[in-house]
């Protein structure tokens, strides 16, 4: 199967105490390279969030970003620090006694004053986020995955088309190999005769001459080679894994077939299709360096 090393994904898990949202961004790479920015209350989970998406994700620069939205409820606990209050109680009664003022202190007033009321942060309960973490993690996953199989799915009719082009390329090689030997056999016998202006010509020596140049020139290897790998590479688009290495090794070799056939060409139309052939099989090279 096809898959696109450009992909985005996002998850959210939400329950009484928290929010956890995830999304995921990639861009092409020869390997995994995998980034995870997420809160220090989760960095627990970092290594098992890297083992997960290792087990579905397999090649690309894979941004990851995970947010943790508690709950003020959940997350904090209110206290009055009942010292601190105290001392300020006595102190306004002392003072107010001392200069002959009403002490209509009142509990509104005392919680204003500083440290009165403490924040107090209740610990998570690791297991809970856990669960939420990663039920995002899947929904995101999920997603991120299928968007990559979409465009996946794009690049391989595209590559497919190419793959039809190629073969039609090797079709016109076939048909104009043979008229070349010909040819240059008619080149040949015309320019000994020129030359010679003589009838009495060496028959064994002019079909020694011309099987030494089919030799040169002969592309029947190339031909069946290339098609023998355009077949080999829409038989990999059908792998239930990772494909992108495979179709990058088979487009070099493509790449190599259709570079000896022109070292071989001495035939401007072999030539004309063989550059053809190439800059076909370059766009199928970029091409193949999106999969993953």
């Known amino acids: ?24 961004k990639s861009v092409n790479h020869r390997y995994l390279d995998l980034n995870i920015k997420l809160p220090k209350k989760l960095n627990f989970l970092e290594s098992q969030i890297r083992n997960k998406i290792s087990e579905r994700i397999f090649r690309g620069k894979v941004d990851l970003y995970i947010t943790l939205n508690e709950h003020a409820d959940a997350s904090c606990k209110v206290s009055i620090n009942d ?3 105290k001392e300020y109680l006595d102190s306004i009664s002392a003072m107010a006694s001392k200069l002959g003022i009403d002490n209509d ?38 997603q991120f995955v ?34 070349i030997i010909e040819e240059y056999k008619t080149r040949l016998t015309t320019k000994i005769h020129e030359l010679l202006e003589d009838n009495n010509i060496d028959e064994g020596r002019i079909a020694q001459e011309v099987t030494i140049y089919a030799d040169k020139v002969c592309i029947d290897e190339e031909m069946v080679r290339l098609k023998s790998h355009v077949t080999e590479t829409r038989a990999v688009f059908n792998l239930d894994k990772e494909v992108g290495r495979k179709l990058d090794f088979l ?31 370059e766009k199928v090279r970029e091409q193949i360096q999106n999969i993953e």
């Open 146 to 179: 299928e968007s990559r199989i979409a465009e996946g799915a794009r690049l391989e009719k595209d590559l497919v088309s190419k793959m039809d082009e190629m073969l039609i390329l090797v079709d016109k090689l076939e048909a104009r190999s043979p008229a």
């Open 251 to 281: 487009a070099q070799e493509l790449n190599r077939e259709a570079n000896t056939i022109l070292s071989k060409s001495t035939d401007v139309e072999i030539a004309d299709i063989g550059i053809t052939l190439k800059t076909l099989i």
């Open 105 to 142: 202190i009142k509990a509104s007033n005392l919680v204003r004053l500083p440290d009165v009321i403490e924040l107090e942060e209740i610990d998570s309960d690791e297991d809970n986020l856990k669960e939420l973490v990663f039920e995002a993690l899947n929904s995101c996953t999920n």
């Open 83 to 85: 010292v601190i209050a």
């Open 1 to 24: 199967m096809v898959r696109s090393m450009t992909g985005y994904g996002k998850g959210i898990a939400e329950n009484e105490n928290a929010r956890v949202t995830i999304e995921m």
